[in-house]
Antibody, heavy 120, light 108 residues
């Protein structure tokens, strides 16, 4: 069965960096695009970034451009999100999700998320 | 960027009743719209994609309709496990992908 397991969250000071990981299994990871979506405490869902199956295409939400970097290592079936210059408003649960192509692009499987808390 | 507005913010109904949730887009998204369900402490679950197609394993009581700017998620007869928060998502002009702010479906 499809499994996505995020890790790397925790409490971090403003201005520091963090790398989140998402270990994927149960499907051929190298044939699927992947997303990161975040959710601030008590708030709605916010799309963060997408990477194509082979890593050649990367898209970001405008608010994250320059500070966030999405990457993947298909040999390790792992997705990454590097976040630099962390801000208090980056506090959220970060989910990785598998891309699903209907006519549009959607997220059909999600991990349980990893909590990032930015606080001094 | 396409803004999605969901209504109502909260919907209070009883098991067995019919639920109708709305999602309106600030510009046409054709049929590139999905619905997700999220329960407390859990990740979202894809219910409907391309406006009206049920995702794998989703019960037939869930249906989606609409195109352009106005969309509806209907739950024909509420089960106790359906009380949750529901989000719509568009991908017509992505990036970015955008989500609505959510509708909380609560037990009356």
């Amino acid at each position: 069965q499809v499994q996505l397991v995020e890790s790397g969250g925790g409490v971090v000071q403003p201005g520091r960096s963090l790398r989140l990981s998402c270990a994927a299994s149960g499907f051929t990871v190298s044939t699927y695009g992947m997303h990161w979506v975040r959710q601030a405490p008590g708030k709605g869902l916010e799309w963060v970034a997408f990477i194509s199956y082979d890593g050649t295409k990367k898209y970001y939400a405008d608010s994250e451009k320059g500070r966030f970097t999405i990457s993947r290592d298909n040999s390790k079936s792992t997705l990454y999100l590097q976040i630099n210059s962390l801000r208090v408003e980056d506090t959220a649960v970060y989910y990785c999700a598998r891309n699903y192509y209907g006519s549009g692009t959607y997220c059909d499987y999600w991990g349980q998320g990893t909590l990032v808390t930015v606080s001094s | 960027e396409t803004v999605l507005t969901q209504s109502p913010a909260t919907l209070s109904l009883s098991p067995g009743e019919r639920a109708t949730l709305s999602c309106r887009a600030s510009q046409s998204v054709s049929s590139y719209l999905a619905w997700y369900q999220q329960k407390p402490g859990q990740a979202p679950r894809l219910l409907i994609y391309d406006a009206s197609n049920r995702a794998t394993g989703i019960p037939a009581r869930f249906s989606g309709s609409g195109s352009g700017t106005d969309f509806t998620l209907t739950i024909s007869s509420l089960e106790p496990e359906d009380f949750a928060v529901y989000y719509c998502q568009q991908c017509m002009d992505w990036p970015p992908i955008t989500f609505g702010q959510g509708t909380r479906l609560e037990i009356k």
